[in-house]
């Protein structure tokens, strides 16, 4: 398999992973995945017209969606109009998902809290009963939190 065959695969791979990651629409994903992939400083919105094929709406459309998700920014060249689209900060990119994934595990431990302060005060025999199965899940999670807080950490300290 020589190398272009090889990235057209990857990129396929990276769409599908983007598109179940994020719930983006395929075109969406496969632009965002040649963005990843493209060894050039951005692509023009020609290049993704002539790369996936698609209408100049569908393509517009599509790199609208990113640009407002904030997974790529745009550059322009002096003495020259068109726009380069490229993945935003890929450190960002990482910190931004770590910080989503955070987010949710610091959503789960509040709502943890409160059934159990709710058992607690209206079923003390399930609060009991069920008080050494919480504190390892919860452990899990601040364990989990503590690894995401520490990751973020030292992606912001690359850019520094």
């Known amino acids: 398999m020589d190398k272009e065959e090889y990235r057209r695969e ?70 020259d109009r068109k726009r380069y689209y490229t993945v935003a900060e890929k450190d960002s990119f990482m910190v931004k998902k770590l910080s989503r994934a955070l987010k949710q595990l610091e959503n789960e431990e509040k709502i943890m809290d409160k059934v159990a302060a709710y058992n607690k005060k209206f079923n003390p025999e399930k609060f009991k009963s069920t008080q050494k199965m919480k504190k390892i899940y919860m452990t899990c999670l601040k364990e989990n939190k503590d690894i995401f807080q520490k990751t973020i950490n030292q992606l912001n300290a690359l850019k520094e």
């Open 10 to 79: 990857l990129i396929e791979d990276l769409g599908i992973h983007f598109e179940n990651e994020y719930s983006l629409a395929p075109l969406s994903a496969r632009i965002f995945a040649s963005l990843v992939m493209t060894e050039e400083d951005g692509l023009t919105f020609d290049d993704c017209l002539t790369r996936r094929g698609a209408s100049k709406s569908s393509i517009s459309t599509s790199l609208n969606l990113l640009l407002q998700m904030g997974f790529i920014k745009y550059f322009t060249k002096s003495r």
